[in-house]
């Protein structure tokens, strides 16, 4: 499915958008996940503070990470960024999980604000 006409594996920049598609998929899900449990565990009383903090939680760290992302481009190989960035971003969702499974505001607030870092360092 992903071969081309000559039947090769597509080249390391075709990864690189798959892996960016699943990174932004991952976290625009987590956030209508956070919403919609946050929502549903506060029992309506208030889902629009829910989805503002929301929206500011998910788009806080690409205005203060985008530039170190740029930097760290320059200085490292993206293929070692990019390997780290998932790594962590593997960490955040158990935070995440974590959150869900305690309930806990802070925790699916900290792994959606780590997830978004993250994707900005990459990005």
Not at 64 to 85: C, E, M, N, T, W
Request: hydrophobic share 55%; net charge neutral; charged share 10%.
């Amino acid at each position: 499915i992903f071969r081309n006409k000559e039947n090769k594996l597509p080249s390391s920049f075709a990864w690189l958008n798959i892996s960016q598609f699943f990174g932004a998929l991952n976290d625009n899900l987590f956030k209508l996940l956070l919403i919609f449990f946050l929502a549903q565990e506060r029992g309506n009383e208030e889902p629009t503070g829910i989805i503002a903090a929301a929206a500011v939680t998910f788009v806080l760290p690409f205005i203060l990470f985008s530039h170190a992302g740029g930097v760290l481009a320059d200085r490292f190989s993206k293929q070692i960024i990019f390997a780290a960035g998932r790594g962590l971003e593997i960490a955040a969702m158990l935070v995440g999980c974590a959150g869900i499974y305690l309930a806990s505001p802070f925790l699916l607030f900290s792994a959606l604000f780590l997830t978004c870092s993250f994707s900005a360092l990459t990005s």
